[in-house]
């Protein structure tokens, strides 16, 4: 699908939530794409994007903000604490802070070089063993710890089961961000944004229904 037609399918589904379309972010999620697919987005003139993993977006986007200007740019993926000064500097927001100690290294560098990135607690609605996230039973002290840190706490994010509804778990997690005050909502990929939409997602992070599938990753 072309980014015109993703942008007129977030359009329909705000239309049918009775949302401002503008309060929707188009997260182009362009981990592991060729180069080319990335430049013509941007040619294009979409200036949002989302990468899981620090080195390769340090290999990847100074480069492109030299030749674009501005473009923002947010971590989805896991965060190493070895990675969490190299990602402040790259990244306008976080998605993925999922455990005291990240936020707390986060911290202690944003007083350090006096700006932090928004930040998006990642929390894992499915309660998967494998899967980054607090859990929801965790959520409400998490969220409390990172304000206490004065971390600039934007909203939640999640990643849901792969065999499960998606919309449970974008359900449970808009009560969560409701209940704690917070706006932001990440969630919702390629294949349920529209979903995600109409349970109030503020961030939909879509990657192969812009660039086509994924050659590894
Ligand atoms: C890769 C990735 C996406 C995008 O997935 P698609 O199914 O290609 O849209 C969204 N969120 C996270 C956290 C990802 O790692």
Known sequence: MSLSEITAKIEAACAKAGRDPRDVKLIAVSKVQP?????????EGHRLFGENR???????WPGLRDQYGDVEVHLIGPLQSNK??????????IHSVDRPKLAKSIARLAQEIGQCPDIFLQVNTGEEPQKAGVLPADADAFVAECRSLDLPVQGLMCIPPVDEEPSLHFALLAKIAERNGLAGLSMGMSGDFESAIALGAT???VGSAIFGARVKG
């Open 35 to 43: 180069l080319d697919r990335v430049t013509a987005v941007l040619d």
């Open 203 to 205: 961030h939909v992070r």
């Open 54 to 60: 620090v080195q390769e977006a340090e290999g990847k």
């Open 84 to 93: 969490v000064r190299q990602a402040m500097q790259l990244f306008q927001a």
